[in-house]
């Protein structure tokens, strides 16, 4: 019996496993062996020779690498925390029971429609933005201007182009962490609110004690998928600012391309996407501890 | 009097908040609808203006007739239902046994594969093992 089990564990394990290791692990593994050679795609007569540690030591001493690296934290950080404090009201709105247990209608409605951005592939939000913020053709200076607020060049200027991706990520992506809050809130067993309205609980003790704990696990999963996504970021960088001005939006993924494919130092770049990768990971694992400590169990 | 007005002031503030986010989310995205029922000069004008003066289809009717875009929605297609098919057959076999087996080894394997498949495995496994 026990033995069977066993087996069809395997056989179940083997399928996913086979796909990971050749779709993930072989191009990962060949990156690694490049980021230990010199090859420049410009200069197909170089030697190919091993030179060791050298790429990462002419990464980890580049100005612009540890810049872009900052970017992307920046960029990470306040679109997370942003998206999860906008996606939880909204969910929480969604979720509303009314005095008597009774949910206001239309939310439904509501949430296929907010749900309308994440569904805009990311090349195209980059677009429309970037046309709709335009100086000259776009609409968005003079709406601002219609209620009073400050307008500016968005995306050349220095100051507010990675803000400017920021809350275009916001824009995007918060209705994805709104659906994954809604479905937590949709588990959170309705008979402890009951319990809690019995004991003479108000509003704020129910949210702290009873849905913030419960939603833990399901903020977890938001956190680290959204951050996980907001680091990698390309394709709304490359369609607005491509970087620019200077390099104050230049984010890792948009450095390492760079790197790699437009001054062709292949090896350079291969070691830029491990570190990447590295950073990540670490950045993946410090949340999942925080959350996990948090949770107790 | 006042308690009908507090009432509907209940009712309809989560509404309010709501239509307000809508109308973030929607500006650009109708202002994209707008543009593509303007006609060719009136896009990208100084200054520019939102909602549409004349409205022309003969934008759709280059893209679907003037060149054929058939090709690109099949590729996408095939691209989106090939890997959804696969991750989600083999992301599902994968966190079962996670959910499943009690030995660490395979809490191992689950922390090695960063990868996509691995985004639906993790909720997925988390609800087998809350049941």
Redesign the interface.
Known sequence: MFRSRRRSFVFFLLPALLLIIFIQFMPMGYNLVLSFLNIQLNKPNLPVKFVGLQNYFSILSDKGFWNSVVVTLIIGIASTVLELLFGLILALLLDMKGRFGKAPGGMGFFRGLLFIPYMIMPIMVGLTWFIFADSNYGMLNPILEMFGLPTRVWFSNEKTAIWAIVAMDIWQCTPMVMMIIASGLKTIDASLYEAAVVDGANSWQKFSSITMPMLKPVLKVAVSMRLMDVMRIYDTIIATTKGGPGNKTEAISVFTQKLGFEQFKTSQGGTAALLITILILVMSQIVVRVFSTKEST | MEKTAKKIF??VW??F??II??T??????V??VCSSLKPAGDI?????F?FPKTITLQHYYDLFFKRDISPVFLNSLTIALASTA?SI???T??A??FA??KRNR?TA?SAI???P?R?S???IS?RLRSK
Do not use: Q
Request: net charge positive; glycine share 2%.
């Open positions: 209940y009712r989560p509404y908040i709501l986010c809508l973030v989310s929607f500006t650009p995205i202002w994209v990208l004008t100084i200054p520019p939102y696969i057959v083999f992301g076999l994968a079962y046994v499943r087996s395979s394997i594969l960063p990868s498949i985004t495995i993790s909720p988390s």
